[in-house]
């Protein structure tokens, strides 16, 4: 069984950045597809961005060209990079890895995807 450990939420102001880490407790698990969903109070879990098997990025149309989801197999770590953050942008972020079945057509895994995924970080975003 993997763990994964978020980290690097917090409160920011509209437009500032946050970077969210995610440690994965065993390596096996980092060569799997891996990605980041998010749930806001009151809404249903929402794909932010994953990493497939063959290296393909996919990100939510809501995200696209203000985050950027990367890995580090050196250091068992899921990186997600968090530019001009709106408060929208405000929710729990979980790290996952490991798809139940073949990554789904064109949209971003989401958290029934995937087998595995951690406690979650909050991100806070203010206008």
């Known amino acids: 069984q993997v763990r994964l450990v978020e980290s690097g939420g917090g409160s920011v102001q509209a437009g500032g950045s946050l970077r969210l880490s995610c440690g994965v407790s065993?390596?096996?698990?980092?060569?799997?597809?891996m990605g980041w969903f998010r749930q806001a109070p009151g809404t249903e879990h929402e794909g932010v961005a994953a990493i497939l098997a063959d290296g393909t990025t996919r990100y939510a149309d809501s995200v696209k060209g203000r985050f950027s989801i990367s890995k580090d197999t050196a250091k068992n770590t899921l990186t997600l990079q968090m530019n001009s953050l709106k408060p929208e942008d405000t929710a729990m972020y979980y790290c996952?890895?490991?798809?139940?079945?073949?990554?789904?057509?064109?949209?971003?895994?989401?958290?029934?995807?995937?087998?595995?995924w951690g406690q979650g970080t909050q991100v806070t975003v203010s206008s």
């Open positions: 996952a890895s490991a798809l139940r079945r073949p990554a789904p057509n064109g949209r971003v895994p989401t958290r029934d995807d995937f087998q595995y």
């Open positions: 065993t390596y096996v698990y980092m060569r799997y597809p």
